[in-house]
Antibody, heavy 121, light 107 residues
């Protein structure tokens, strides 16, 4: 079964750090771009970052540049999001998602169940 | 940066009715890179449409997408009870910008 499972969310104080993980299974992880998408409580979806198959290209939404780092370990079929200098506005459910590639117009065809990050004192 | 604006914000309809959702881009978007997602409460989004008009695997044919340039539409021909949800459009450039969503609720 094709699956993405996120972990690592929790409660953290403003200015703190957290590392999210996403474990992939059921497909060739190293063949796909991967993204992180977040959703603040009661709000819409916001793309956060993505990473190329070999990790050589990474892109971020402006609001997290310099604070978040996306990475991957293809040997472990895992995607990561290191989040530093966290702010209250980073509070959200964080989803990892597979980008479907050229055949799907790069749409996000597989999503994890999400992990909640709460930034509060 | 391309901004996607969805309308209406909320659509109140009855089962069996037709739903028409709009997604307008601030600048031209390649049809190849326009997608639609469905999200139900407490669940992850699900891909419905990619390439503006192609249905994803397992998506019923009552869902259809159309449009080009800056104007795109998701149509649900006859609403089933399980279709009441929030729908998002997305464009893919070097990033994956989403619209703010349209909620389809039971009238």
């Amino acid at each position: 079964e094709v699956q993405l499972v996120e972990s690592g969310g929790g409660l953290v104080q403003p200015g703190g750090s957290l590392r999210l993980s996403c474990a992939a299974s059921g497909f060739t992880f190293s063949s796909y771009w991967m993204s992180w998408v977040r959703q603040a409580p009661g709000k819409g979806l916001e793309w956060v970052a993505n990473i190329k198959q070999d990790g050589s290209e990474k892109y971020y939404v402006d609001s997290v540049k310099g604070r978040f780092t996306i990475s991957r370990d293809n040997a472990k079929n895992s995607l990561y999001l290191q989040m530093n200098s966290l702010r209250a506005e980073d509070t959200a459910v964080y989803y990892c998602a597979r980008e479907g590639g050229t055949t799907l117009g790069w749409a996000f065809d597989i999503w994890g169940q999400g992990t909640m990050v709460t930034v509060s004192s | 940066e391309i901004v996607l604006t969805q309308s209406p914000g909320t659509l109140s309809l009855s089962p069996g009715e037709r739903a028409t959702l709009s997604c307008r881009a601030s600048q031209s978007v390649s049809s190849s890179y326009l997608a639609w997602y469905q999200q139900k409460p407490g669940q992850a989004p699900r891909l419905l449409i990619y390439g503006a008009s192609s249905r994803a695997t397992g998506i019923p044919d009552r869902f259809s997408g159309s449009g080009s340039g800056t104007d795109f539409t998701l149509t649900i021909s006859r609403l089933e009870p399980e279709d009441f949800a929030v729908y998002y459009c997305q464009q893919y450039g070097s990033s994956g910008t989403f619209g703010q969503g349209t909620k389809v609720e039971i009238k």
